[in-house]
């Protein structure tokens, strides 16, 4: 039995059957990253170890009843910003390099609970900070369609390992499109859950009205299945909401009959590459093929979204970053004269330059004589593209965007030009400001073989209209293939 063949719940389907044990799947995902680690850099940290004794555990917990869940027994990755007790949590920032939290995640204990096996932390951009992980402290992640290209980020480590066969499910965490961005880039499936849908509680903090934890998978079913494990109220945050509709896979069928998709005309401009939108243009045809409506329409914020973005993102990211100052944990200078100077040498030595651009932007826009004029005009700009997301949403059930204006970059193209960087955000960064739902699922492929993703985004806690329509489109689309066939480029 080819196990690289199955999904998620395929696997955890075989493993009650006792076609297969949890043990194989565990020991499949190793030999895949023994294969192809040290091409992809996926991983920052694997329990090999640990997996293989939990592997025993949850088969026993499988066949005595203790683990009943649709997903028991799957092999799961964790982006290294999600807290593990015990297990090394750096944000793949020098500055952490050295950090063991005492506790886990919410999401982690609701994963062990349904009883998945963790492989491992993926890498990711420095504090989530980047579009392809190449800001990371401890090296780039490649992307297994095509190693010299970018996985996308700042989730690139979770989507490169589902990609790749070196996990079945993965968790990243998504800020301005940071999984539905490198999922496009990597062939992967992934969502973006209504803001306060799952827990942050234990995700170390990027922008902290805009940070949302998320699935990665290789298809809908797979996703859908996992974020019904970590969907739910958390009293320990906050912002975790209260909702009874978190049965995301009831709502898959073949049929899309009817559903009204809104396609913002805005989004088929200028800098959209051509190869990106033939195969947006191209599932437009095929949802209409499938007896839905598709209607373009205009969104006159577009041009707004990605400063408002990057104003308030910033700006919350220098207030969350301001408590890694080497007193109380994390990397301390070993050369300095007097706290003031520890505080500065610290956070030179520790900060990427990605990190400390963005903290420089951030206590700009926050400073005296500056506040109104950015960070408060930012707020108000967020409160009007909300106002114009809901005036689509009472027409259209689903919304339409590309995920990437292009596809995944060469390796050093995108850090030559942080702005560029930036703007290649544009599709995703509102859904974001908003707190709406937003699914990538692969469309298509360029002219080099790398993968387009489209993005599908929908109302506050309406989910389910996006993995319907994402399903349906998965299954009329057929088998997308695989990266790195036998370890190699694809």
Same mark, same amino acid.
């Given at each position: ?263 913002? !005309?805005?989004?088929?401009? #200028? &800098?959209?590459?051509? %190869? $990106? =939108?033939?195969?947006? /243009?191209?599932?437009?045809?095929? *949802? ?55 505080? !500065?040498?610290?956070?030179? #030595? &520790?900060?990427?330059? %990605? $990190? =400390?651009?963005?903290? /420089?932007?951030?206590?700009?826009? *926050? ?124």
């Amino acid at each position: 039995m080819d196990l690289g063949k199955l999904t998620a719940l395929q696997l955890a389907e075989k493993i009650k059957q006792h076609q297969i044990s949890v043990l194989d799947g565990v020991k499949y995902v190793f030999d895949q990253i023994e294969a192809k680690e040290d091409k992809v850099h996926a991983y920052l940290d694997t329990y090999k170890k640990e997996a293989y004794a939990r592997a025993k555990e949850v088969q026993k917990g499988i066949e005595d009843g203790t683990y009943t869940g649709p997903l028991a027994g799957v092999p799961i990755a964790i982006k290294d910003n999600i807290c593990i007790k015990g297990k090394t949590t750096t944000c793949a920032s020098k500055i952490l390099e050295n950090f063991v939290p005492q506790y886990n995640a919410e999401v982690i204990d609701r994963l062990e609970q349904a009883g998945l096996v963790i492989i491992g932390k993926t890498n990711m951009d420095e504090f989530a900070m980047g579009s392809t992980t190449e800001t990371s402290a401890y090296g780039v992640t490649r992307n297994p369609w095509d190693l010299e290209h970018v996985p996308g980020g700042s989730s690139g480590g979770s989507c490169a390992a589902v990609a790749a066969g070196e996990t079945y499910l993965a968790l990243g965490s998504d800020t301005g499109g940071s999984i539905r961005q490198p999922s496009s880039y990597c062939g992967v499936t992934g969502i973006k859950p209504t803001y306060g849908t799952v827990s942050r509680y234990g995700l170390v903090a990027y922008a902290s009205s805009l940070d949302q934890i998320g699935p990665v998978g290789k298809d809908v079913a797979d996703c859908a299945a996992l974020l019904e494990i970590i969907a739910g109220h958390d009293a320990k945050d906050s912002t975790s909401m209260k909702r009874e509709d978190l049965d995301f896979s009831a709502s898959m069928t073949d049929k899309i009959v009817g559903m009204k998709f809104g396609v913002p !005309k805005e989004y088929l401009s #200028e &800098g959209l590459n051509p %190869e $990106v =939108k033939e195969a947006f /243009m191209n599932t437009l045809k095929s *949802l209409t093929e499938m007896g839905a409506v598709v209607e373009f329409f205009s969104m006159k914020t577009t041009e707004y979204m990605i400063p408002a973005y990057y104003i308030i993102a910033s700006a919350e990211a220098s207030s969350n970053l301001e408590r890694f100052d080497g007193v109380k944990y994390g990397f301390r200078a070993k050369e300095y004269e007097g706290l003031h100077d520890m505080y !500065k040498k610290t956070r030179t #030595e &520790g900060f990427g330059e %990605e $990190v =400390k651009r963005r903290i /420089m932007l951030g206590s700009f826009v *926050l400073s005296s004589g500056y506040y109104d004029a950015y960070y408060l005009k930012a707020l108000r700009t967020k409160a009007l593209i909300k106002k114009e997301f809901d005036q689509a949403f009472s027409k259209y059930d689903v919304l339409l965007a590309p995920a990437s204006p292009f596809t995944a970059p060469k390796l050093g193209e995108s850090l030559k030009d942080p702005l560029a960087m930036y703007l290649g955000d544009i599709y995703t960064v509102a859904v974001n400001l908003c707190g709406l739902p937003g699914i990538t699922v692969p469309c298509g492929k360029d002219a080099a073989g790398l993968p387009i993703g489209i993005q599908m985004i929908g109302d506050c806690f309406k989910e389910n209209n996006l993995f319907r329509a994402a399903h349906a489109y998965e299954k009329k689309r057929g088998d997308f293939g695989t990266a790195m066939e036998g370890g190699e480029k694809a």
